[in-house]
């Protein structure tokens, strides 16, 4: 299920001035009518709440990539009893995040969600939002650390060499301006939704091919000491002197 948030604009069919950061459970921010997924716009911090607990989250994981699931077929999947799941799956329905797919009693109704990708905003946001949407940026980015870890060493001890030769990290820093930042954050959003449509077309997918988790953050490095370069009316002051 990919989510994103830290939009800062109301405009969010435009491509400029979108600042997004992606997590995947949920793959990257709102884009152009008609391209990529499609995002519920999230901000009751009470919806953000609900979210922000291990094993809600995995459930929309696995929801979104696998299907309409029950509670029983969840608890075996997460490690969890199915009276776990089902509590969760409640509360995640009380805020309209799945819903039931029709069929089935009890814990054997299976579930799914309503919406692939979600959103949230920074700007704007009342103290409540910002604290639900910051723990759950927190939660959903060391679950993909920690995921990515563990898919590298597991590839490498399954002898799987090509895979995790595939899977890497990248880090670059640069000086930018606001406006170059937020198209390179665009530029890279564009580049991991290529592959978008799969995620719900199966028919789509390669022979061979798995489900990846792609993961990108672009952000000013606010290393002490580093001040950014001076705008160009104080440089212009500076001259005059």
């Not at 995790?164 to 820093?173: F, I, N, R």
């Amino acid at each position: 299920m990919p989510t994103t948030k830290g939009e800062r604009r109301d405009d969010t069919t435009q491509g400029t001035g979108q600042a997004t950061r992606e997590a995947a459970l949920t793959s990257t921010g709102p884009g152009e009518a008609g391209q990529g997924p499609s995002y519920r716009r999230l901000s009751d911090p009470r919806e953000l709440q609900a979210l922000a607990h291990p094993v809600r989250l995995g459930i929309m994981e696995l929801l979104t990539v696998s299907g309409p699931l029950t509670a029983t077929e969840l608890a075996d999947l997460l490690d969890e009893t199915p009276a776990n799941c089902s509590w969760h799956l409640r509360k995640l329905a009380e805020h309209a995040f799945v819903e039931e797919a029709g069929g089935g009693i009890g814990r054997q109704r299976p579930w799914q969600v309503r919406s692939i990708g979600l959103a949230w905003d920074d700007v704007d946001a009342t103290p409540g939002e910002l604290r639900a949407g910051r723990a759950l940026e927190e939660l959903l980015l060391q679950r993909q650390v920690t995921r990515f870890q563990q898919a590298r060493a597991q590839l490498l001890d399954d002898g799987e060499r090509a895979w995790a030769e595939a899977s890497s990290s990248t880090q670059h820093a640069s000086w930018l301006t606001t406006e170059e930042l937020d198209s390179l954050n665009l530029e890279i959003r564009a580049v991991l939704e290529r592959y978008a449509d799969r995620l719900t077309d199966p028919a789509l997918r390669p022979a061979g091919s798995r489900l990846c988790e792609l993961v990108a953050w672009g952000a000013p490095l606010l290393l002490p000491g580093l001040e950014p370069v001076a705008a160009e009316d104080a440089r212009a002051d500076v001259d005059a002197s």
